[in-house]
């Protein structure tokens, strides 16, 4: 399906077996631990294709510096700020995960409809109905 590669590969000669790996995604157990918190690929990582990895640790990273500013300014206290970081990153993977697989199911099926009410504002009703399949309801407080 690429003709340049083909191409390009026209002569080569497989020298070992073909391998793959059909899922590059992990997640972390947990977003904090005391007096500390956990952003960017170290927590997750949904999918090389999208790119996703800069836009994720920046807006941990800012989940994380606010709130440990919060801890140490006695805001809240430590398990109320890590679990609030948690929440916050979780809601990020979240949505992001939903927009890389809504893409990638679009991609696989191109003449479904995949998210039908793009004549709304915004994408919250269809991000509503789409968290069962990703089994996420749980995280939602």
């Not at 996703?52 to 994380?64: F, R």
């Not at 696989?108 to 069962?132: K, T, V, W």
Request: glycine letters at 6%; a negative charge.
């Amino acid at each position: 399906m690429a003709p340049r590669t083909k191409e390009l590969l026209s002569e080569a000669e497989v020298v070992t077996d073909v391998k793959s790996a059909s899922d590059w995604s992990y997640t972390a157990s947990a977003y904090h631990l005391p007096n500390a918190r956990i952003c960017g690929d170290a927590g997750s990582f949904i999918d090389p294709l999208f790119s996703s990895g800069v836009q994720l640790a920046v807006t941990g990273g800012l989940s994380a510096a606010a709130t440990i500013a919060a801890s140490i300014r006695g805001d809240c206290d430590e398990q109320t700020a890590g679990s609030m970081h948690s929440k916050k990153t979780i809601e990020n993977y979240t949505r992001f995960s939903l927009a890389a697989t809504s893409a990638t199911k679009q991609i696989r099926e191109q003449y479904q409809p995949i998210i039908q009410d793009m004549d709304e504002e915004g994408f919250q009703r269809a991000f509503d109905s789409q968290l069962s399949l990703l089994s996420v309801a749980s995280f939602r407080s």
